[in-house]
Each structure stands twice: as C-alpha cells, then as structure tokens.
C-alpha cells in the first residue's frame, strides 16, 4: 500500500540551530513528493515540491529539501531555524498518475527553545 | 495567489444536528477536496471533486456527504452529526494536470457536543 511515515513525532531545536525532517515513503514507483507546514490555526502552507530533476530542492522560508531515491526517502532542512518555525510539519505524496489522491505523514512538530 | 476560503474558523454543534461546511476559491480550479485533520493522524481525505456535480469518495466518507453545484464552491455536510466528527476539516484545491499540488483553506475546527 502507498503511504508516508514521518518517524518523529515532535522535534525540539533551539533557535539558530540546523533542523532536519525525515520523511519516507512506500510506493511502487517514485512518486511526486511536497512539503507543507502548519502554524497554529492555520491550514496548510506548500514548503516546496519535487517532480523530477535536480534532486535539493529550494522551497520558502529558506527550507531545502533532498530526495534520495535509494532511501525512499525526502527530508526537509534548514540551516539555522528561527522562532517564528515553531510548527507542524506535514511531508505528502501524490503518484505519477492521474490518481488525485495525495497522502499525507502524521506530521512532526517542531517546537523552537530560545 | 489561489485564495481558498471557508465559512467558518470555529463551529460548535450538538449531536444530530446538520451541519454545513462551505469552501470557495477564487482561481477556477477544477478540483477541490475535504479533509479532516486529527493528532496523530495527519490528514484524511473524506471526499474529492474534480468538476461540478461530480464527486468521488475519499479514504472517510462514512457519515459526510458533499455538494458541488457551483465550480468555485464545494461543501460538506454532516447530515447527523456525532461527537467522533469533531476535528479540524480542510478544504483543497488544485488546478487539474498539476501533479496534485494542493492549495489549502484556513480549516474549520468543529466541535460536536
């Protein structure tokens, strides 16, 4: 079955410090891969995307993201993580068909110490 | 910018009541969908939309029916709702052909007494 699993739950990183999401997926061929986040409140904000090509992706808010296909896996990062990241992080897949379903991780939450 | 508005922020509704949940968005996209959101669960799609008046379950239809009579607007209804249908519901869009990148509403925190 296809899914995504995010393995951490909640994240906590001090301000200016480097921050990394893991995400991994199950499909049976590498599927279109997003980034959301979720400040409180608040619905769902695209990161950024990966279709194909250059395998570091640039989203906003200075997140990169790098798939390894050999992982299975998509993780986000940032260099240095500003309070204003405290957040729920959402990673989803979508397949390379017409199939509009996207599926989405549990989510992690990254909370930022001062 | 898509915008993706929806009705309400916050609801609260007793057990067996209907209720409505309205999204619209501004940017003609073809296909819209619902989502609840739960801790723990990330999201779960409840229905999706692809034009008007046509529908297709999700992974929860269960107890949710949908309407869509106008392109830009896509709503969901609890025709009785329940105390396990509290949560936070998403709305979506996405252009058609766009890789299902998705553009979410603010979400309704509903609340089932």
């Known amino acids: 079955a296809q899914s995504v699993t995010q393995p951490d739950i909640h994240i906590t990183v001090s301000e200016g410090a480097s921050l990394e999401l893991r995400c991994n997926y199950s499909y049976g061929a590498t599927p279109y891969l997003f980034w959301y986040v979720q400040s409180p409140g608040q619905g769902l904000q695209l990161l950024l995307k990966y279709f194909s090509g250059d395998t570091l992706v640039q989203g906003i808010k200075g997140f990169e993201a790098e798939f390894k296909r050999s992982q299975s896996s998509f993780n986000l990062r940032k260099p240095s993580v500003h309070w204003s990241d405290a957040a729920e992080y959402f990673c989803?897949?979508?397949?390379?068909?017409?199939?509009?379903?996207?599926?989405f991780g549990a989510g992690t939450t990254v909370t930022v110490r001062a | 910018d898509v915008k993706v508005t929806q009705s309400s922020r916050y609801l609260v509704k007793r057990t067996g009541e209907k209720v409505f949940l309205e999204c619209v968005q501004d940017?003609?996209?073809?296909?819209m969908f619902w989502y609840r959101q739960d801790p723990g669960l990330g999201l779960r799609l409840i229905y999706f939309s692809y034009d008007v008046k046509m529908k297709e379950k999700g992974d929860i239809p269960e107890g949710y029916s949908v309407s869509r009579e106008k392109k830009e607007r896509f709503s969901l209804i609890l025709e009785s709702a329940s105390t396990n249908q509290t949560s936070m519901y998403l709305c979506a869009t996405a252009r058609a052909g766009s890789y299902n990148e998705q553009f979410f509403g603010p979400g309704t925190r509903l609340t089932v007494l």
């Open positions: 989803a897949a979508a397949p390379r068909s017409n199939d509009y379903k996207l599926s």
């Open positions: 940017m003609d996209h073809e296909n």
